[in-house]
């Protein structure tokens, strides 16, 4: 979502570190830039103004003009300030009163209001233990009531049954009875939306707080539309009162500014990021981890999580004790596969890595193709467990059946296995090495770290 506001500021800050001395002429100029850059990024003016004047002030400081490492040290200063603009410290959901507590879910149509109630839903429930009822404000929308009842379906989160011709406010009201009566823990409440704001969803809204008084009432707006993102979240949270803000769709192209300007304009947290389609792809947002992936300074911790997320650990150790005995298999390499595809787009993950910011264009024009990291492991998964085991059987007429097998061809099999026995080899000399040894190795997924050895699959 930030990569233009990044890429600028890091042509900015590449200018001060680059000198040894920095005078307050260097610093007013480099902080013109960044008001630019934030105005391009979509940042409201009176934010901008606001940052730009209190950045200034301590960047122009003695201590730092006379510092040893001047630029660096204004890094650090915009760095913590950005922090502060977007809040200094992640604001969990207030979920942990006396149940069943209320989560009211507000925002315009289109927003993806509806697919991040089942977000939050399936995250209470898989991290938090709690136990979950959704229902569906939406009485307007085509089939909207039947989306929320399918999402949950599909990932096991209960669903109020729908009750045609029943009124929001009534269907609130019973949804919270229906909470209290059968112990759930939270109720997710999705109000309808608008193309635009009226004051007859405002008021709808606000008769349904009313009535349910909610712990909780998240606005949901969509990060790539801008400026209009920002005058949305002023409304609401003027006329209805919001305690937090969730960012969808931050994985597409949107410029940012508008992430930066809500926290800043409704001094309201913004409490998740919708990062992809999927369920599990909702991160809790972390105003130190954005702002440094702003800088161009990864999001180790968030790469961490991921994988945390999709590793087996038993089986992660279970691997690592067979590569300090010098083993590595092919069904240890489809393992590794698997996890690396369950933690999402390759590029966006070495995009989470520091220093990657840097090289945009060369990850973009990078040659990795999921399709063919998915070949990968069809190809192991289409050999016999034999083969799997000792890959010296796989002869010219097996090579064929494998390639048949698994929709591929017989140079892709030829490849595979060749990788193999590269990887192999290297696991080999880190068994003999011992635990020194794969201490000064490369983290593998699944193998106790981050990053698979050399390339990944997929990579040319």
Known sequence: MFEGLSNKLGDVFDKLTRRGALKASDVSEA???????????????????????KVSEAAVGEQILRSVTPGQLVVKVVHDHLVEMLGAEPQPLRVHGNPPNAVLMVGLQGSGKTTTTAKIAARLTRLDKKKVLMASLDIYRPAAQQQLAQLGQQ?????LPIVFGEQPVAIAKRAMNVGRTEGYDVVMLDTAGRLHIDEALMSEVQQVSDAVNPGETLLVTDAMTGQDAV???????????????VLTRVDGDARGGAA?????????????????????????????????????QGDVVGLVERAAQVIDQEEAEKTAERMMK?????????????????MGDLKGLMGMMPGMGKMKKQLANADIDEKKIAHQEAIIRSMTLRERRNPKLINGSRRKRIAAGSGTTVPEVNRLLKQFETMSKMMKNMGKMGKKGLLKM??????????????PPGFK
């Open 31 to 53: 902080m013109r830039e960044v008001r630019i850059a934030l105005l391009e990024a979509d940042v409201a003016l009176p934010v901008v103004k606001d940052f730009i004047a």
């Open 155 to 159: 990932n096991d989160i209960a669903t």
């Open 231 to 245: 005058n949305v979240a002023k409304e609401f949270h003027d006329k209805v009162g919001i305690t937090g803000i």
């Open 260 to 296: 930066l300007s809500m926290r800043a304009v409704t001094n309201t947290p913004i409490k998740f990021l919708g990062v992809g389609e999927k369920i599990d792809e909702l991160d809790a947002f972390d105003a130190k981890r954005v702002a440094g992936s702003i800088l161009g």
């Open 326 to 342: 010098g083993q590595f298999t092919l069904d240890d390499m489809a393992n590794q596969i698997g996890q690396l595809r369950k």
């Open 442 to 455: 490369p983290n593998i997924p699944g193998m106790g770290g981050g990053a698979m050895p050399n390339l």
